[in-house]
């Protein structure tokens, strides 16, 4: 009995259907598209409107098809035009985790040098640090797109006179991270108020928006620590690794994919 790559939705009821491959090798749920098309009539209600990719337990009957089923793919060509159709409009990607950089610190000292009392007179810590160790990935550096209120002027006009508070945020992002195409836009709100003493207070506020774009690399530390004693003197050491990780993005490989899925397809139907 065949069993062909279909597109099917979940039941009514919320779960995968009965009638999908019972055999181990088979896939469901792949490659989840919207069923419905933007900006029309929905052809689908929740919790049907998402269409996945999965191996059907036989052919769908002439005679009509079961709750769920959507369609069959009849063949690996097809498969990767389907499959591509959807990651073009998901925007697929390959997203790949690199180390690109990585410095070590040590930190040595006697075990009172590391808490030290008030009358402690001794020597202090020594700390050597490594040269930072860089190396790169292959593809592109993945960017994001964000925007954050990074300065905050309240001016108070009272009659006895103004004054200005200022709060600035700086850029929130990894200290690794680059940042770039830096850009600000300033709102203004100005409100009055006035007492039962007749007495008119202005409070203008100028928020600066900066938007921006940022590097993708995330930064971390780990610490190791050991201790030695001699002649009954335990020095402390630890080491602080700081590495710095950077998600490179390289095309998705549709041709790979759809050779994947068919081949498991061509294996149970062997």
């Known amino acids: ?33 919207p069923a419905n098309k933007p900006g029309k009539l929905p052809l689908y209600g929740s919790p049907q409107d998402t269409i996945f ?40 990607k390959v997203v790949t985790p690199t180390v690109t950089g990585v410095s070590t610190s040590v930190i040595t000292g006697g075990s009172e ?10 020597p202090g810590l020594t700390t050597t ?50 940042v770039s195409s830096v ?3 300033d709102s203004v709100g100005i409100v009055t108020t006035t007492n039962p003493e007749d007495v008119e207070t202005t409070v203008k506020t100028t928020t ?4 921006f774009t940022y590097t993708d690399v995330i930064t971390s530390t780990s610490t190791s620590t050991s201790s030695t004693t001699t002649d ?5 050491t630890d080491t602080v690794t700081t590495t710095e990780t950077t998600n490179y993005v390289t095309d998705y490989d549709y041709a790979a994919e759809a050779t994947r899925l068919w081949d498991i397809h061509q294996a149970i139907n062997s």
């Open 183 to 185: 850009t600000t836009s």
């Open 1 to 33: 009995m065949s069993q062909p790559l279909i597109k099917y939705t979940l039941t009514r009821q919320g779960r995968q259907p009965e009638w999908l491959s019972k055999d181990s090798r088979a896939f469901k749920g792949e490659h989840a598209a």
């Open 232 to 236: 009954d003197v335990t020095t402390r």
């Open 113 to 122: 040098a590391w808490n030290p009392p008030l009358e402690y007179s001794g």
């Open 53 to 92: 990719l999965g191996i059907g337990a036989g052919d769908p009957d002439s005679d009509g098809t079961p709750d769920g089923y959507v369609g069959k793919i009849a063949s690996k060509s097809a498969l990767q035009t389907y499959i591509t159709g959807i990651g073009t409009a998901a925007g697929y």
């Open 208 to 211: 600066t928006t900066s938007s």
């Open 129 to 178: 640090t490594s040269d930072k160790v860089t190396s790169t990935g292959t593809g592109t550096i993945q960017t994001f797109n964000a925007s954050q209120v990074t300065k905050v002027v309240v001016e108070t006009t009272t009659a006895s006179g103004v004054s200005t508070n200022t709060t600035d945020t700086p850029i929130n992002a990894d200290p690794a991270s680059t």
